[in-house]
Each structure stands twice: as structure tokens, then as C-alpha cells.
């Protein structure tokens, strides 16, 4: 069965971009795993477009990008995404962003919410070490949307936070430090 | 597996809790102190309003008291709320009200309001404690409609409930025997605060009513009253002195002629000046009644004082005392 289509709620471009042929480079992850990816997905990545512009505007041929900061699993994740969203513009995300307004289509909604919530915070993480803004969003989103009708109790069990009593009373300290 | 929440980035456990409905948002901070403090910038960032109302459905011939709940947000998309919740009356009380209204009565949601609609029909034992309870919690009333069989305790049960709401139309009538079986003086224990107050039957009401317990209100319409002359000069001569009253409509039986009420005027320095009936422009003189221009001692508050006969009615006055006028220059006098 075909992927179904983003959502026509979430705002598209207003000019599609014309498809150039794809330039696809390697991505190494933390842990040592190679992975292949196209520029136009890895351009999403704040981070990673500043890196693939330094080796463009010295003409040095880009073969491999180092992620340091991503294991490979959620590095995969990571890419994965990118290349759903290599198509989209990124002013998008931004205004969205700062709109607080923030509508997940459904695939990014599959996608996010099959995800453990191990895996999904990792999947955040990076994005944030990456700086992908639709991917923060959307994850950031997520996360909201599964605390959504939760009571204390089951806020507590959702974000690991210890009941009152296990937590430290001195006021510098708290649980998490 | 839960997430560890406080071990995301900084900026991005901010983007989780500013996408929180305040609900959620609210059940969050209540699970730790230090959720809380990462709670309180988020929350000051929820604009809006929650709208109470009470209602009464009908199915067949059973009825059911309701409380909706909407909540109007200026900052987030309404579409993460339920935009209409209604609770259910059970045990005396609406279930999860206390959840709701806390929300909206944290000291998190610096920029939330919270304001309540009432409209209510018999059952009214139902609508009391519902009040009662609400009105115990200190929120602000906006505009309450209250509707009732005759029955002279609920008047002054609910005029004394809701003596803070913003608007207040009472429409309850008095028994037919209020006169020996009602002693409506005694129960009003302080002065209502209500910036409009429009009673329906207000057969019951009396200058010591507008002296002692509505001298605190903006707008007061008493429809179906029935004042004597004298009594409405009391209600002037005690304005005079003191009062927050604007706006007040009543009946009054008149004891002479207009004439003579003009003269009463003047006992009171009540001035007499020309009042503009009608302010279409394309009307060259626009047509004017003989009214009074009342001014309070010590304050720059002026009112204007008219009186006119229904056609329906020859016994009786409309007197009506306002604060918005449009006196005529002299040269539009008609001579």
C-alpha cells in the first residue's frame, strides 16, 4: 500500500521546488554506523546544512558527515524523516513554531506515536542536537499529545517524575540532579 | 517506559509544556515543585476565558440541571480543547467542577479569566446549591437569568447569592399574599453590587429597597412596579447624598399633575432643562419632553430625570433617571 499523503491541514509550499537529480552522501553515527542519505533531507538539519555549506564554498568533496552527538538507531530515525520532509520549506516549521500552532500530519503522526517512548525521546534529543525545527515540533507535539486528559498520577508515571516523598526536600536539590 | 522529562534539553521541554492544553499543563505542574517552577512560564502564556453555564435540559418530561464549561482561548488553538464540556449534576454537586475551576483559579494562569453564564429554570433547589457553591469560590459572574414559579424566599435568596454578578435579570414573582405572609425588609443583609439589575415583577420592591440594597448598582430596570410619588422623591433625596446608581426605570402612581411633580423638582434644586426625545439627525428640531437635571452633592455626578405616561396606562408614570443625555442648545427649543 502507497504512504498516504501529509495531512491537508499542515500548510504546503506555495511553489513546489523543481526535483534536481539527488546527491546522496554518507552519515556516520556516534556508535560507528555508516549510513547513506540525500543533502536535500540533511539540509533540514541546521547543523548539518552549515557543516555541507562549509565543504561547498571550499569546493572539498564532501563523502563523509560525522554525527557525533547520535547513535545510529535514532540517527536512522533522524534520517528517515528528513527524507519524508527533504521536499518541504523550512520557513513552514518556523512559523509554526512560533505560532504554537502546530498540526501533525499523519504520517509524521504514525510515525512519532509507534515510536517507544524511549526511542521517541532520543529521537527528540537529536533533532534538537541537529536543530530540525519540523522535527522538534512534531515530537515536541507528540509528547504533549500523550499527557493529553492525564491525571497527576499518570503524569508522574508518563515523565518519570517520584511522588513528593521520594524527592529530595532540600530546595537546590531535586530528584533529577 | 516513561520519558524522563527533565532530562530533555531546556529549550525543549519548554516547546513540550507551551504545547500543553492548560488541563494538562495544570495536572502537570501539580507533580512536583520543580515541575511547577518549569511550569510557570508556560502557563503565563495561556490568554483566555473559561464561560460557565448553567441550564436545564428537558427530556420528555424529566429535567436535568447542567453545567457547560467553554473556554475561549486568545493564545492557543482552540481546537486542543474540548470547546464544550458539560458535567453532570450528581450527589448534589457537578462532577469534576472542582478539576475544571481549579485550572482556571491557579495562580499559574495569571492571564485566565473565568466568568459565568446562569440560566435557570425550576429546578431551583438544583440551581441554589450550584450557586451557592460557585458564588462560594469567588468567580466572576457575568451575566445570570434566573427564572422561577412565585416564590418570595428565591427572590431574596437569589438577589443575595448573586449580589457580586455583573448582570442580573431576576424573573420570579412574588406570592400573591407577599403583603402579610413575606417579610421582604429583614433578609437583605447588605447592598447588591450588580452593574445591571433588571427585575421582571417588581411589585415587592420599595424606596427602601433602592436606598438601602440596590444604592451600590449602575443600572437598575424595575419592570411591573408600583412606587408612590413620595417614594421616588425619597429615592431622589437619598441619591442625592450618595449612591452609585446611573440608570433606574420604574412606575410610580403620580399624586397630582406633572406640573406638580415639576414643582417637587425644583424642592429638590432638581433643574429643569430641555431633553432631546429623539436624536435623528434628519429630524431639523427634534422633539423634547420636560425633564430635570439632578446633580449629587459633593461629586460632578449629574442625571437626568423624565417622566412620561404609557398609553396604556393612565394611572400610572414611567420615571426614568439617567446618566447619558443629549440636552438641546437653546436655539433647537421649539417656541
Known amino acids: 500500500m502507497a504512504p498516504k499523503k501529509n495531512?491537508?491541514?499542515?500548510?504546503?509550499?506555495?511553489?513546489?521546488?523543481?526535483?534536481?537529480?539527488?546527491?546522496?552522501?554518507?552519515?556516520?553515527?556516534?556508535?560507528?554506523?555508516?549510513?547513506?542519505?540525500?543533502?536535500?533531507?540533511?539540509?533540514?538539519?541546521s547543523t548539518l546544512a552549515a557543516t555541507i555549506k562549509g565543504y561547498d564554498d571550499e569546493n572539498k568533496p564532501l563523502e563523509k558527515l560525522?554525527?557525533?552527538?547520535?547513535?545510529?538507531?535514532?540517527?536512522?530515525?533522524?534520517?528517515?524523516?528528513?527524507?519524508?520532509?527533504?521536499?518541504?520549506?523550512?520557513?513552514?516549521?518556523?512559523?509554526?513554531?512560533?505560532?504554537?500552532?502546530?498540526?501533525?500530519?499523519?504520517?509524521?503522526?504514525?510515525?512519532?506515536?509507534?515510536?517507544?517512548?524511549?526511542?521517541?525521546?532520543?529521537?527528540?534529543?537529536?533533532?534538537?542536537?541537529?536543530?530540525?525545527?519540523?522535527?522538534?515540533n512534531y515530537g515536541c507535539k507528540t509528547v504533549a499529545n500523550s499527557a493529553k486528559g492525564k491525571s497527576t498520577e499518570e503524569m508522574r508515571e508518563l515523565f518519570g517524575i517520584p511522588e513528593p516523598w521520594e524527592q529530595p526536600s532540600t530546595s537546590t536539590a531535586t530528584w533529577d540532579d | 517506559m516513561p520519558v524522563a522529562f527533565t532530562r530533555f534539553p531546556d529549550l525543549v521541554k519548554k516547546e513540550i509544556l507551551d504545547l500543553m492544553n492548560c488541563y494538562d499543563l495544570f495536572s502537570f505542574s501539580e507533580t512536583s515543585k520543580r515541575s511547577r517552577s518549569l511550569s510557570q512560564r508556560s502557563a503565563k502564556l495561556h490568554k483566555g476565558n473559561m464561560e460557565m453555564m448553567f441550564g436545564v435540559l428537558?427530556?420528555?418530561?424529566?429535567?436535568?440541571?447542567?453545567?457547560?464549561?467553554?473556554?475561549?482561548?486568545?493564545?492557543?488553538?482552540?481546537?486542543?480543547?474540548?470547546?464544550?464540556?458539560?458535567?453532570?449534576?450528581?450527589?448534589?454537586?457537578?462532577?469534576?467542577?472542582?478539576?475544571?475551576?481549579?485550572?482556571?483559579?491557579?495562580?499559574?494562569?495569571?492571564?485566565?479569566?473565568?466568568?459565568?453564564?446562569?440560566?435557570?429554570?425550576?429546578?431551583?433547589?438544583?440551581?441554589f446549591l450550584t450557586l451557592e457553591h460557585l458564588a462560594q469560590l469567588g468567580y466572576a459572574m457575568e451575566e445570570c437569568d434566573i427564572q422561577s414559579a412565585p416564590d418570595n424566599e428565591a427572590i431574596v435568596r437569589t438577589l443575595m447569592i448573586l449580589k457580586k454578578a455583573k448582570n442580573l435579570y431576576l424573573n420570579c414573582e412574588p406570592t400573591e399574599d407577599f403583603k402579610d405572609s413575606f417579610d421582604f425588609k429583614t433578609p437583605f443583609t447588605g447592598s447588591l453590587e450588580n452593574e445591571k439589575l433588571l427585575i421582571l415583577s417588581s411589585k415587592w420592591v420599595s424606596a427602601w429597597h433602592v436606598i438601602n440594597v440596590f444604592n451600590m448598582c449602575c443600572e437598575i430596570t424595575l419592570f411591573d412596579s408600583y412606587f408612590e410619588e413620595s417614594e421616588v422623591i425619597k429615592i431622589l433625596k437619598s441619591w442625592r447624598i450618595g449612591s452609585s446608581i446611573k440608570y433606574l426605570r420604574l412606575a410610580f402612581v403620580p399624586a397630582g399633575s406633572n406640573e406638580d411633580f415639576g414643582a417637587k423638582m425644583l424642592e429638590i434644586n432638581a433643574k429643569p432643562v430641555p431633553e432631546a426625545v429623539n436624536e435623528d439627525p434628519n429630524i431639523p428640531i427634534p422633539p423634547?419632553?420636560?425633564?430635570?437635571?439632578?446633580?449629587?452633592?459633593?461629586?460632578?455626578?449629574?442625571?437626568?430625570?423624565s417622566i412620561e405616561q404609557p398609553q396604556h396606562?393612565?394611572?400610572?408614570?414611567?420615571?426614568?433617571?439617567?446618566?447619558?443625555?443629549?440636552?438641546l442648545l437653546e436655539d433647537n427649543i421649539p417656541v
Not at chain 1, 101 to 120: A, E, V, Y
Not at chain 2, 58 to 87: C, G, N, V
Open chain 1, 66 to 136: 560525522e554525527v557525533n552527538n547520535v547513535v545510529g538507531f535514532t540517527l536512522k530515525l533522524v534520517l528517515e524523516w528528513c527524507e519524508k520532509h527533504k521536499e518541504d520549506d523550512p520557513a513552514i516549521a518556523q512559523a509554526e513554531k512560533d505560532k504554537k500552532n502546530i498540526f501533525i500530519p499523519s504520517w509524521d503522526r504514525h510515525f512519532l506515536t509507534k515510536l517507544p517512548m524511549g526511542n521517541l525521546f532520543d529521537l527528540i534529543t537529536a533533532a534538537y542536537h541537529l536543530d530540525i525545527t519540523g522535527l522538534i
Open chain 1, 7 to 45: 495531512s491537508a491541514k499542515r500548510p504546503q509550499p506555495s511553489t513546489p521546488k523543481p526535483s534536481a537529480p539527488a546527491r546522496i552522501v554518507k552519515v556516520q553515527s556516534s556508535d560507528g554506523h555508516i549510513l547513506q542519505a540525500d543533502v536535500r533531507a540533511l539540509l533540514l538539519s
Open chain 2, 288 to 305: 423634547v419632553r420636560s425633564s430635570w437635571l439632578l446633580q449629587q452633592e459633593n461629586t460632578n455626578v449629574q442625571v437626568l430625570i
Open chain 2, 58 to 127: 428537558t427530556e420528555a418530561s424529566l429535567r436535568f440541571p447542567y453545567l457547560k464549561l467553554t473556554y475561549s482561548s486568545t493564545s492557543h488553538s482552540t481546537h486542543e480543547l474540548p470547546t464544550s464540556l458539560y458535567l453532570k449534576f450528581k450527589d448534589s454537586k457537578f462532577e469534576h467542577l472542582e478539576k475544571y475551576l481549579s485550572v482556571c483559579h491557579s495562580s499559574l494562569f495569571v492571564n485566565m479569566t473565568i466568568s459565568m453564564v446562569f440560566y435557570c429554570a425550576p429546578p431551583f433547589e438544583t440551581a
Open chain 2, 313 to 327: 396606562n393612565r394611572e400610572k408614570m414611567f420615571f426614568t433617571m439617567k446618566k447619558e443625555t443629549k440636552l
